[in-house]
Every structure is written in structure tokens, then in C-alpha cells.
């Protein structure tokens, strides 16, 4: 998920409101710690083969699997690199019983002294024990047939992150919520990138003692992604995040040839001149270019209106599902201009009478336009944001950012609804 602005907004885009991100998963990373401790210890699994499948490809501006097209209805689950086999089980089954083909999860934790448990606790220094939960993550998805996408870095400072990297070499404080000048030196100082390539190697050659496979040999692993929601708001030509986008996309290929390679980004078009947010420069992110770089296999999306000042309350005449139902249009044009398929990998929409979603009945036809769109407009895939399950002591795991869904929950829950719309839309989509 996108985290939200900070304080300094130019005074063309309306500042986003709610709660940000830094709150909602630093809180769930203390809920993390609180469970693994809580939770027995995993008893040593002897190593079993995933069952084997195909590699996803991309070819003419779609997936392809076994010679035919590709599509999945999928969602996000971040947490799945930090939590006790039980949740993951939970949480990789209920995707199962859905029909859901693809989760994204997280696959970095930088830096020691945090309250999760890091894989990489300082540069160039791996934590063994602290990869059990990403290698188990892989061999039950391995298992139920479902495919992952594994981001390499967060953009945010949630588990580390750019301010991490930026922290251990320059010793400069975060200002990813400001004007960014500290933050994207990641992209450029030769130190960083040199640690980022070391851990992109060190994930993609990593062997999972649970299926005996390295990373970069499982078909389980769909793609792997340079970074989460990638911005360089110091830049707004687009030139440094293009430059650093085009060296590690061909270096994460080199390292695993066989599975794709996205960007990770939420598709902002860093046109010079646009008012609207999304469209204009102000992220220094520039969409097509990316997209059309010979190392990133399919194009990435992410809509949030609410977050993004695309409402009523910011601009009068605006409704966030029709400018997310555009949004997504637009960017299967230009996918297909581009010949390069299209995921929109994260989508949500909160609860919230003063953004425009009065009740879970005025946000469910909000994704069912959304989903409707990304079905007819020919899009590979979709990945709502997100899918949870059930806690180690039985309870469901909170709804800190209100975008929370579940699947075995009863009639009462508020996002049962939402749950069934995207089990039936993941059989439409893979023509099931």
C-alpha cells in the first residue's frame, strides 16, 4: 500500500487524508513480534518439492502460462515474511479457497533494533533463521499452486527500506515524506546500489531448505519487483529513478533469467505541467519510460483515489470510483501502446463518508467497477489490497489501514461481501 504525504504539498495537488502508513504497519510490525513470541517454534520440516509448473512468461502484452494467456485475480499480503507457519498457512489457504492466482508479499526486513525481525540486520550481513518464514511462505505457495511476487525494497520506511540503506552508508536522516533529497540517494550512491544488487543476489541464489530449489529456479516465484511504490521526488525529469530502474531490472534478469521482472511502482505518469497528482511530475516517476525498459516484463498500477486527493471534499464534481475506473483505462492504453501486459497490482478504497464511500455497499460497487474494468479492458491481472486471516490465538488479524479483507469470516463481517466479489471475479479472470 501507498503511504501518504507528508507536510510539504505543493499547493496544485490537495494534501490526502488519513491515517499514514508509518502508524498503521509500524503498529502491525509490533503485532509481529508480539505473535512470534507468543507462537511455539516450527518443527524442522524435511525438504519437499513444490509441485512443479511452468515459469510465467510475458510475450505480445501478455502473461503466458504453457503456451496460453495468463490472468489472475490476486491480492497482497505483506506480511507473510515475518509471521509463525500458522498465520501463513491461514492466509495462503483462504487465497486458495478463493481462486486467487497470485500474492504479494514483502521480501526485505533492513536493519536491526526494529520491531520485526530482520533478514538483513545490517549491509551485507543475512539473518539464517530470520528467512524461515519467507521460505516456508514459498513451498506452501509452492504447494496450493499459487504464484508470488517479492518486492526487493520499500520505498517506505516500513521494515527498513530506502531510509534504511540511506541511514547505514550517509548517515543522513528520512525525508521520504518531504522534498526527498536525502531519501533518493539510494538510487545514485555507489555504496547503496552495491548493497542492493549483493541482497537482490542474495534472495534470487538463496536455497529454500523446504523445496531444495533456489529462488531464481522456482516457478512458485512469479516476479520479482525492484522496489515498492519507487519515488524520486528530487528528480522530477525522472531521469535518476529511469537511470537506477534500467541497471537493477537488467541485473535482477541476469540473476533470474527464467522469471519476470517488474517495477513496483504505483504508475504515476510525471507529465511536467498536469495539475492532477497522479499524472504530473511531482513523484518524479515516469510510467512509460519504465514500462518500456527491455529488462520489466509487465507494467504495474496502483489506484488509490482517497489517499491521492481524488474526491469530492478536495475537488468539487470528483468521485474516487470513476477516477479510479479512468485511471485503469488509461493505463491499459498505453500498456497495450507500449505491448507490455498490465497488472493492476494494488487497489483499495476506505470506508468513509467524507471521501465519498459512505458504507461497505458504496465501496463493494466501487471494486466491482474496478474489477469489471480490469476484466474487459484485458488487463493480466488484479491484487487487492489485502487479503489477512487468522492470528496464532484464533482471531483475525487487524484492520489497521480499513482496507482489511477476509474469507472465513461470518455474515457480519464487512468485508465478507467484498471477499466473494473477488473470489468470482479470480474465477472470471482465469476462465474458471
Same mark, same amino acid.
Given at each position: 500500500?501507498?503511504?501518504?504525504?507528508?507536510?510539504?504539498?505543493?499547493?496544485?495537488?490537495?494534501?490526502?487524508?488519513?491515517?499514514?502508513?508509518r502508524?498503521?504497519?509500524?503498529?502491525?510490525?509490533a503485532?509481529?513480534?508480539?505473535?512470534?513470541?507468543?507462537?511455539?517454534?516450527?518443527a524442522?520440516?524435511?525438504?519437499?518439492?513444490?509441485?512443479?509448473?511452468?515459469?510465467?512468461?510475458?510475450?505480445?502484452?501478455?502473461?503466458?502460462l504453457?503456451?496460453?494467456?495468463?490472468?489472475?485475480?490476486?491480492?497482497?499480503?505483506?506480511?507473510?515474511?515475518?509471521?509463525?507457519?500458522?498465520?501463513?498457512?491461514?492466509?495462503?489457504?483462504?487465497?486458495?479457497?478463493?481462486?486467487?492466482?497470485?500474492?504479494?508479499?514483502?521480501?526485505?526486513?533492513?536493519?536491526?533494533?526494529?520491531?520485526?525481525?530482520?533478514?538483513?540486520?545490517?549491509?551485507?550481513?543475512?539473518?539464517?533463521?530470520?528467512?524461515?518464514?519467507?521460505?516456508?511462505?514459498?513451498?506452501?505457495?509452492?504447494?496450493?499452486?499459487?504464484?508470488?511476487?517479492?518486492?526487493?525494497?520499500?520505498?517506505?520506511?516500513?521494515?527498513g527500506g530506502?531510509?534504511?540503506?540511506?541511514?547505514?552508508?550517509?548517515?543522513?536522516?528520512?525525508d521520504?515524506?518531504?522534498?526527498?533529497?536525502?531519501?533518493?540517494?539510494?538510487?545514485?550512491?555507489?555504496?547503496?546500489?552495491?548493497?542492493?544488487?549483493?541482497?537482490?543476489?542474495?534472495?534470487?541464489?538463496?536455497?529454500?531448505?523446504?523445496?531444495?530449489?533456489?529462488?531464481?529456479?522456482?516457478?512458485?516465484?512469479?516476479?520479482?519487483?525492484?522496489?515498492?511504490?519507487?519515488?524520486?521526488?528530487?528528480?522530477?525529469?525522472?531521469?535518476?529513478?529511469? $537511470?537506477? &530502474?534500467a541497471?537493477?531490472?537488467?541485473?535482477?534478469?541476469?540473476? /533470474?533469467?527464467?522469471?519476470?521482472? =517488474?517495477? *513496483? @511502482?504505483?504508475g504515476?505518469?510525471?507529465?511536467?505541467?498536469?495539475?492532477?497528482?497522479?499524472?504530473?511530475?511531482?513523484?518524479?516517476t515516469?510510467?512509460?519510460?519504465?514500462?518500456?525498459?527491455?529488462?520489466?516484463?509487465?507494467?504495474?498500477?496502483?489506484?488509490?483515489?482517497?489517499?491521492?486527493?481524488?474526491?469530492s471534499?478536495?475537488k468539487p464534481?470528483?468521485?474516487?470510483?470513476?477516477?479510479?475506473?479512468?485511471?485503469?483505462?488509461?493505463?491499459?492504453?498505453?500498456?497495450?501502446?507500449?505491448?507490455?501486459?498490465?497488472?493492476?497490482?494494488?487497489?483499495?478504497?476506505?470506508?468513509?463518508?467524507?471521501?465519498?464511500?459512505?458504507? $461497505?455497499? &458504496?465501496?463493494?460497487?466501487?471494486?466491482?467497477?474496478?474489477?469489471? /474494468?480490469?476484466?474487459?479492458?484485458? =488487463?493480466? *491481472? @488484479?491484487?487487492?489490497?489485502?487479503?489477512?486471516?487468522?492470528?496464532?490465538?484464533?482471531?483475525?488479524?487487524?484492520?489497521?489501514?480499513?482496507?482489511?479483507?477476509?474469507?472465513?469470516?461470518?455474515?457480519?463481517?464487512?468485508?465478507?461481501?467484498?471477499?466473494?466479489?473477488?473470489?468470482?471475479?479470480?474465477?472470471?479472470?482465469?476462465?474458471s
Amino acid at each position: 500500500m501507498n503511504a501518504l504525504f507528508g507536510s510539504a504539498e505543493p499547493t496544485t495537488y490537495p494534501a490526502p487524508t488519513g491515517p499514514s502508513r508509518r502508524a498503521l504497519l509500524g503498529a502491525a510490525a509490533a503485532v509481529t513480534l508480539t505473535a512470534a513470541a507468543a507462537a511455539p517454534a516450527a518443527a524442522a520440516t524435511p525438504a519437499q518439492q513444490p509441485r512443479r509448473s511452468a515459469f510465467v512468461t510475458a510475450r505480445d502484452g501478455e502473461l503466458r502460462l504453457n503456451g496460453a494467456p495468463f490472468r489472475f485475480g490476486g491480492t497482497n499480503c505483506y506480511y507473510l515474511h515475518q509471521q509463525s507457519h500458522y498465520m501463513i498457512d491461514a492466509v495462503l489457504d483462504d487465497a486458495a479457497a478463493m481462486g486467487l492466482g497470485v500474492v504479494r508479499a514483502w521480501a526485505f526486513a533492513d536493519g536491526s533494533g526494529q520491531s520485526y525481525r530482520p533478514l538483513q540486520p545490517s549491509p551485507y550481513r543475512y539473518d539464517e533463521q530470520a528467512f524461515d518464514s519467507l521460505d516456508y511462505a514459498v513451498h506452501k505457495a509452492g504447494q496450493l499452486g499459487l504464484r508470488l511476487v517479492l518486492p526487493l525494497v520499500n520505498n517506505w520506511p516500513d521494515y527498513g527500506g530506502m531510509r534504511q540503506y540511506v541511514q547505514w552508508f550517509l548517515g543522513l536522516p528520512d525525508d521520504s515524506y518531504g522534498d526527498g533529497t536525502n531519501h533518493d540517494r539510494f538510487y545514485t550512491d555507489p555504496n547503496i546500489k552495491a548493497c542492493y544488487r549483493a541482497w537482490a543476489r542474495q534472495l534470487t541464489q538463496r536455497r529454500n531448505p523446504y523445496t531444495g530449489l533456489r529462488y531464481c529456479e522456482d516457478p512458485t516465484v512469479m516476479a520479482f519487483e525492484l522496489a515498492n511504490e519507487p519515488r524520486c521526488r528530487s528528480d522530477k525529469s525522472g531521469a535518476t529513478l529511469l $537511470a537506477w &530502474a534500467a541497471e537493477m531490472s537488467a541485473h535482477v534478469k541476469s540473476l /533470474a533469467p527464467r522469471q519476470l521482472v =517488474a517495477v *513496483g @511502482d504505483e504508475g504515476f505518469y510525471g507529465e511536467a505541467g498536469r495539475a492532477d497528482y497522479p499524472y504530473s511530475d511531482y513523484e518524479g516517476t515516469p510510467w512509460r519510460k519504465l514500462v518500456a525498459l527491455p529488462a520489466v516484463d509487465y507494467a504495474t498500477v496502483h489506484v488509490y483515489p482517497q489517499n491521492w486527493g481524488e474526491t469530492s471534499g478536495s475537488k468539487p464534481g470528483t468521485d474516487p470510483v470513476a477516477w479510479g475506473t479512468r485511471w485503469i483505462q488509461d493505463h491499459l492504453a498505453d500498456a497495450r501502446a507500449l505491448g507490455k501486459p498490465l497488472v493492476v497490482e494494488e487497489f483499495g478504497l476506505q470506508v468513509d463518508p467524507a471521501r465519498d464511500v459512505p458504507d $461497505a455497499d &458504496a465501496r463493494d460497487r466501487g471494486y466491482r467497477a474496478w474489477t469489471d /474494468a480490469v476484466l474487459a479492458g484485458g =488487463a493480466a *491481472g @488484479d491484487q487487492f489490497w489485502l487479503l489477512t486471516s487468522r492470528v496464532d490465538d484464533g482471531s483475525f488479524y487487524p484492520d489497521y489501514d480499513g482496507h482489511r479483507i477476509v474469507w472465513n469470516a461470518d455474515a457480519a463481517n464487512p468485508s465478507r461481501t467484498a471477499a466473494q466479489l473477488f473470489a468470482a471475479h479470480a474465477r472470471a479472470m482465469s476462465g474458471s
